[in-house]
């Protein structure tokens, strides 16, 4: 589950599933919509398993991949923080 606030619309929800993991990102077909973008990724647990950062698409109007940072690379360079 990808939660953000896509243009403007508060607490948005989409889903999808894990597609691969492609060097140090998550791909994903959840759609990660303008505002998504360092909205969490979920699992069904409601665990936070990466952070929402692009979105890749062969042109702007196209669907395309989400991708998200996994939060084992988040915890590794910011330990605690996260």
Avoid: C, W
């Amino acid at each position: 589950f990808a939660v953000g606030s896509p243009l403007g619309m508060r607490d948005s929800v989409t889903s999808g599933i894990i597609a691969r993991r492609q060097d140090k990102y998550l791909v994903t077909d959840a759609q990660i919509l303008p505002g998504n973008s360092g909205g969490p990724l979920l699992n069904e647990a409601g665990e936070v398993i990466g952070v929402n950062t692009l979105k890749f698409a062969e042109n702007a109007v196209a669907t395309g991949f989400g991708m998200a940072i996994p939060a084992s690379v988040i915890t590794d360079e910011f330990g605690s923080f996260f």
